[in-house]
């Protein structure tokens, strides 16, 4: 029985690291000097105000870290107003090609189980330095 315990524990935290790097990353995508815009209102922040939003909720795990489903938003737009989701939508159509953002979402209703080994995978690509 500890073991498994051992086990769900590492996953979960293994989750939570890839989350924190994934989230930096997204925010510093595209960044200038520390500033980036919203991806949804267009509101220039710095990196360390604006969010990790997603397009399609974070607990569908088969887009969560889809670099298309999630992008920087102000608090305003990913916390207030619950993602601007239809704005977000046809932002992504404008910025990946039409039909993404319905991508996105049938790719969100699927479930995709992701190993240990992929998340650790994950934490190391989404670690590395930015290149602008």
């Known amino acids: 029985m500890g073991t498994v315990k051992r086990t769900k524990g590492n996953r979960t935290q293994l989750v939570k690291k890839l989350d924190a790097v994934f989230s930096q ?10 500033m980036n815009v919203c991806f949804t209102c267009g509101r220039t922040q710095s990196i360390t105000k604006l969010q990790a939003g997603h397009f399609q909720s974070r607990g569908k795990f088969s887009t969560r870290w889809d670099e298309r489903n999630v992008q920087a938003q102000c608090v305003g737009c990913n916390l207030y107003n619950q993602g601007q989701q239809y704005i977000f939508g046809k932002r992504l159509d404008q910025e990946y090609g039409s039909g993404t953002s319905e991508y996105i979402y049938l790719q ?25």
């Open 108 to 132: 969100s209703q699927k479930t995709h189980k992701y190993t240990n080994d992929d998340l650790k995978s994950m934490i190391e690509r989404y670690s590395e330095p930015m290149r602008h």
């Open 25 to 34: 990353w997204i925010r510093q995508r595209g960044s200038k000097d520390g």
